[in-house]
């Protein structure tokens, strides 16, 4: 059998079983046709490491990074000599619009802050480049949608970061979820207490650290002047350039309970809370947040707070699908199921620990679709990605506006137009349009 077509019959079998190990092209060699060159734009944090991970996988060469900081850059291109033998070839942009100019570029990693995600990946798609592209998928709904149409007009593959989806275990709970022996399933929680996060404290205004293009780094946000409070992994707290905590972990966790309920669009979203405990810091988004989301068929509860490490079942973060026959719950380490008093029929399963290297296996997965031409064996596309980020922006939503909302899955919009103008779409500023 032909390298391609046993690569391509082996994805797609392993796709329809309940759970797969590692894919078999990590380990079968990659003819030179197949070899595919990687772009990083954003390369401090996730973009880093996503790159760091995918050249753990065969036929895979770095051939661009790209960074407004320069310290960066240069820090980055330096570690790179130390962890991948043929760096010849590796060139260094600034701006990602020329690193998109690049021929050798077939896929691009992009790592940047989250207001960058939905332009960096139209311009990709727009370039003929496949993507990787960090969660949550857009800044805004309006901006999910866009993602979707740029990788439907231009025919490309668009992997979103959401690597949950990669991991063994999770995808084994999600298929026990599926099951049914949980029983009908009415409430599911989802909990994210992230004692180690802390926004910065007030700072005055500054110059742009050398080396820095404070500009570019802007982009599409509002002219504000450089404040250190609101750089690098700070840009989290700001709603000009992300969403809280909702966005940065939420999207993980929202993943699953989406995944797991078979269910997207709620019916109605309301939420509390506040900078409750960090009053006194930089921060715009709240560090205390809980919303209540109505679907047609269960409730769904998200709860998170900052500066607390002690959740439900003692952990930080997880999912719990609440059913009539037990509860199963599921985080990062591991899922387990707790049986009901009076479950019918009886169900419990022992805490099952967490295995594997998701992250690689998710890039992997994406390199796997390029190779074969094959989007649907992709396991989280930007359409699936789309769909969970906009229900985190609906709980944000919600608390921005005060409001308990409405949503209309199939106009896409509230039922209140004053939130349709004010949240739905984020808006560009500094020359920037968002044209697919």
Known sequence: MQRRHFIKNSGLLLTGAAFFKQNLSSIIPVAPSDQLNIGVIGING??????????QCSGVRVVALCDVDENVLNRRRAELDGMHKDNSSVKLYKDYRHML??????????????????????????????????KPAGNSIGECGAMIEAKNKYGRKVQVGQWQRSQEHMQEAISFVHSGKLGKIRTVKLWCYQGWMKPDEIKPDTAPPPGVDYDLWLGPARK????????????????????GLMTDWGVHLMDLAVWGMKESDPVSVSALGG????????????????????????NLLWDHAMGIDNGLFKKDHGI??????????????????????????????????????PLRDHLQNLFDAIRNNNEKILRCSIDEAAQVAKVCQ????????????????????????????????????NGYELKV
């Open 46 to 55: 996730m973009g880093w490491s996503n790159l760091q991970h995918a050249l």
């Open 101 to 134: 100019d690049n021929k050798d570029v077939d896929v691009v990693i992009i790592g940047t802050p989250d207001h960058w995600h939905a332009l960096q990946t139209v311009h990709a798609c727009q370039a003929g480049k496949d993507v990787y592209v960090e």
């Open 224 to 243: 504000k002047p450089f404040n250190s409070a609101r750089f690098h992994f700070n840009f989290r707290w700001f709603w000009d350039y992300a969403g």
């Open 275 to 298: 900078k409750f405990a960090y009053p006194d810091r930089a921060q715009e988004t709240p560090d205390t947040l809980a919303a209540l989301y109505q679907f047609e068929k269960f």
């Open 320 to 357: 719990a699908f609440i059913g009539d026959n037990g509860t199963l719950q599921i985080d990062r380490s591991g899922w387990e199921v707790m049986e009901e008093d009076k479950g019918n029929p009886p169900v419990t399963v022992e805490r099952k620990s967490a295995t594997g290297n």
């Open 394 to 429: 609906l709980g944000n939503i919600a608390y921005r506006s005060g409001k308990k909302l409405n949503w209309d899955a199939k106009s896409g919009k509230f039922t209140e137009n004053k939130v349709n103008q004010e949240y739905l779409m984020a808006k560009y500023y």
